[in-house]
């Protein structure tokens, strides 16, 4: 049994787990949320600019040199009050002069990525894209902060997974994608579920960008409650009934190998959830590592055979490639 060759399956994939805005339990100055969140073993911070870009540019610096200091991704959220879809000129210039305002804000913090939903369809989709298209190329682009173009869950808004990857490819140094899930849930009316549905996403990002927009995808997750027109709320990851399931999402990444994602907890209960996230990703990723040891052991004849309900499984398995390899590895 020496010499087994790990398999693909093996490849271990790096994901970074975070909150949107500013957990429950956390009380100080903006700035000290990092350390709180890295203490808990997190380590991403989605700055929720929603309401307006209010940070000073002494706070962002802080919060910058702390989320250095304690090995946390930055990113932002800019505010809500934002249509660069909007025909009416006076929107349209009002919802730049936010997006630039996060953009700067993140840039002085020395942060990542401005998450922005594009706008609305109004009467007009195809002017509406075309005035999303304007305004991002007069934003300009110039900074290392990139634009991430969120997919969004009503169906009155822009930001389908093929509008927000087209409009991204056509700045590709500027703009990316990003993933909300619960959003694709209610946009798709219910079709964001089972392994196929994840697949067909992340397919679809393999076919269109490049391996350095691929890796570091920036996502949201929670779950979603919706209705006919999209997205109603968003809900906790222990509320029933309501989909995505984490776990699906995280298994899909993991068998493929798909490199370092970003996902942000956006719920009201955000450092339990992205802890919990954080607890499924790395219990599938023990377990697709022991199934992809079994197969190539041949003591298994496909990674489907083993339920990654429990750990005790994992603990027979253990046992059962201790007995037939030496070099089993560490679970
Ligand atoms: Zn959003």
């Known amino acids: 049994m020496e010499g087994v060759k790990e398999p693909a399956l093996n490849m271990t994939v790096k994901a970074r787990f ?57 990113s932002m959220h800019a505010p809500y009050y934002v249509n660069l879809g909007s025909s009416d000129p006076r929107i349209w210039e009002e919802s730049l002069t936010r997006v630039r305002q996060a953009l700067h804000a993140l840039e002085v913090a020395g942060g990542d990525i401005v998450v922005v939903h594009p706008g609305y369809y109004g009467n007009s989709p195809k002017e509406a894209i075309a005035n999303v298209i304007k305004g991002i190329s007069a934003l300009g682009g110039q900074g290392r902060v990139k634009l991430g173009l969120e997919t969004m869950g009503r169906l009155s ?33 219910g079709h964001m579920r089972n392994k196929e549905d994840v697949e ?28 006919s027109r999209g ?14 399931d984490f776990s699906v999402v995280a298994e899909t990444f993991i068998e493929r190998g798909h490199p370092s994602p970003t996902f942000i907890a956006e719920t009201s209960n955000s450092a339990n959830d992205a802890l919990t996230m954080k607890g499924i990703f790395s219990h599938l990723s023990r377990v697709t590592r022991t199934r ?6 041949g003591l298994c004849q496909n990674t489907r055979q083993v339920d990654p309900a429990s750990y005790s499984e994992i603990r027979t398995l253990r046992l059962a490639l201790a007995g037939a390899n030496s070099r089993a590895p560490r679970l």
């Open 200 to 227: 067909s996403v992340l397919d679809y990002l393999d076919r269109r960008l490049s391996n350095r927009e691929l890796s570091e995808l920036h996502c949201h997750f929670s779950k979603m409650e919706f209705s």
């Open 18 to 74: 975070g909150t949107a805005g500013i957990p429950n339990g956390y009380k100080g100055r903006t700035s000290g949320v990092v350390a709180f969140l890295a203490s808990m073993g997190l380590d991403a911070f989605e700055y929720e600019a929603v309401r307006g870009v209010r940070i000073s540019d002494e706070e962002s610096r802080a919060l910058g040199e702390q989320a250095r200091a304690h090995g946390v991704k930055l």
């Open 292 to 297: 992809s040891y079994l197969v190539a052991l």
């Open 231 to 244: 997205e109603v709320r968003h809900h906790n990851l222990d509320e029933k009934g309501f989909y995505p």
């Open 157 to 189: 808004q822009i930001g389908s997974l093929e509008e927000v990857v087209d409009i991204s490819t056509s700045f590709p140094s500027f703009v990316v994608p990003v993933i909300d899930w619960a959003h694709l849930e209610a946009r798709s009316l």
